[in-house]
């Protein structure tokens, strides 16, 4: 895909204005040089370019607020004046990979008076002898040279930090959903008194079960004694005992 199609593709419906970062690895460039960027993209940030086959920058437009520039991968060999120009907010440089072979080819990034952080790694420079020292002096601004200070601490990881803090996050979601939880305990009913009423009709379901098979003995052995000299007694308590639901509970 060529760069002009890429940058179609990631502006995804918004308008230049609207970006702030755009990643254009592994495109096409066009006879090595930057294509379909414009000075519209005024609120770009962060622009990445890695292995896009690049021999120059100077197609660059004039991008103020730009701070971190990904150029690693590419060919470029010179012409890093264009940079102070077009981007003179630089805080981080990435040139690794590229073609640069003596410290006066990064001589004219003295003008970008912001910049912090350079990376030269894979580069022939860095094979000169006091590599490191001689670059500290030409660029007085610099706080790292490839991902090192000049007592030669490591810059620091600002993915890695920000994974940390992801995880803090995280931590701190969890511990609110176990207050919850908690919470959701103490507001529970207590479920004791729910439970010793749930008792008490069960025994009384018991004991009416055998009132009813108490009236249903009773009645049977009445007409078992002799229907046809039931006294005037013996009858009366049979009514009794149908009001109550025995009868009723011998037919079943």
């Known amino acids: 895909m060529d760069m002009k199609k890429r940058i179609h593709l990631e502006l995804r419906n918004r308008t230049p204005s609207d970006v702030k970062e755009l990643v254009l690895d592994n495109c096409r460039s066009n006879e090595g040089k930057i294509e379909g960027l414009t000075d519209e993209f005024k609120e770009l940030e962060f622009l990445s370019t890695i292995n896009v086959g690049l021999t120059s920058v100077s197609n660059l437009p004039k991008l103020n607020k730009l701070k971190k520039l990904e150029l690693s991968d590419n060919r470029i060999s010179g012409g890093l004046e264009v940079l102070a120009e077009?981007?003179?907010?630089?805080?981080?440089?990435?040139?690794?990979?590229?073609?640069?072979?003596?410290?006066?080819?990064?001589?004219?990034?003295?003008?970008?008076?912001?910049?912090?952080?350079?990376?030269?790694?894979?580069?022939?420079?860095?094979?000169?002898?006091?590599?490191?020292?001689?670059?500290?002096?030409?660029?007085?601004?610099?706080?790292?040279?490839?991902?090192?200070?000049?007592?030669d601490k490591e810059a620091p990881d600002s993915d890695a930090e920000a994974?940390?803090?992801?995880?803090?996050?995280?931590?701190?979601?969890?511990?609110?959903?176990?207050?919850?939880?908690?919470?959701?305990?103490?507001?529970?009913?207590?479920?004791k008194a729910e439970d010793d009423d749930d008792d008490e009709e069960e025994e009384e379901e018991e004991d009416l079960s055998g009132e009813v098979h108490l009236n249903h003995c009773t009645v049977t052995s009445l007409f078992e004694y002799d229907p046809g000299h039931m006294t005037r007694e013996i009858l009366i308590c049979i009514c009794l005992l149908g009001g109550r639901g025995g009868v009723g509970r011998q037919g079943e």
């Open 86 to 151: 077009k981007c003179p907010n630089l805080t981080h440089l990435n040139l690794s990979g590229n073609k640069i072979k003596d410290l006066s080819t990064i001589e004219p990034l003295k003008k970008l008076e912001t910049l912090k952080s350079l990376d030269l790694f894979n580069c022939e420079v860095t094979n000169l002898n006091d590599y490191r020292d001689n670059v500290f002096k030409l660029l007085p601004q610099l706080t790292y040279l490839d991902g090192y200070d000049k007592d």
């Open 163 to 191: 994974y940390v803090e992801g995880l803090d996050d995280d931590d701190d979601s969890d511990e609110v959903d176990e207050e919850e939880d908690e919470d959701e305990d103490e507001d529970a009913p207590p479920r």
